[in-house]
T-cell receptor, first 114, second 115 residues
């Protein structure tokens, strides 16, 4: 069982909807990440939070809005998405952002935008 | 320029045989870390093994070992005694010291293990 929990597992939303993806970890990790993965492609980094502060935004469109309410939780708020945003969204955490600290991933949320 | 290159889109191996998945990387940093992840069809990314640039010995974790050749900038994953459950996508990834927040992935290799 993964120690990073993502909900929901699947999400279908219309282009005018507002929804949120949730991610939770209880490993005491201080860095959390959002990745987007299209089919047959590697994960692409979207956002990094380090000690609950946003440290990286990879020029992600503003229709994606991350939030880190505390060190265990990471949300991704979605609004006015496009069909091309359909993908697997992976959350990950690591002890810190440096060195050999591996990322631990959740099972992902499969998002379909209609 | 590609930071991480995995030149094998797909590999086949017979059960119980060993297989090597190739990974080359590009960095001007002296300090960096290399990771391998497995992604089954279920979607979860599973951490397999880590090699630091200053580690003198090749990393090993059970049936996984990393053939690290620093001068060639290669970090190949060796899976010994393949099992049917090893069938998955395998990604090589790198984190550079100057930008420690970013873990960059290669394009992946799909491994299929047949009986």
């Amino acid at each position: 069982d993964t120690e990073v929990t993502q909900t929901p597992k699947h999400l279908v939303m219309g282009m005018t909807n507002k929804k949120s993806l949730k991610c939770e970890q209880h490993m005491g990790h201080r860095a959390m990440y959002w990745y987007k993965q299209k089919a047959k492609k590697p994960p692409e980094l979207m956002f990094v939070y380090s000690y609950e502060k946003l440290s990286i935004n990879e020029s992600v469109p503003s229709r994606f809005s991350p939030e880190c309410p505390n060190s265990s939780l990471l949300n991704l708020h979605l609004h006015a998405l496009q069909p091309e945003d359909s993908a697997l969204y992976l959350c990950a955490s690591s002890q810190t952002t440096g060195g050999g600290s591996p990322l631990h991933f959740g099972n992902g949320t499969r998002l379909t935008v209609t | 320029a590609q930071k991480i290159t995995q030149t094998q889109p797909g590999m086949f191996v017979q059960e119980k045989e060993a297989v090597t998945l190739d990974c080359t990387y590009d960095t001007s940093d002296q300090s960096y870390g290399l990771f391998w992840y497995k992604q089954p069809s279920s979607g979860e990314m599973i951490f397999l093994i880590y090699q630091g640039s200053y580690d003198e010995q090749n990393a090993t974790e059970g049936r996984y070992s990393l053939n690290f050749q620093k001068a060639r900038k290669s970090a190949n994953l060796v899976i010994s005694a393949s099992q049917l459950g090893d069938s998955a996508m395998y990604f090589c990834a790198m984190r550079e010291a100057y930008n420690t927040d970013k873990l960059i992935f290669g394009t992946g290799t799909r491994l299929q293990v047949f009986p």
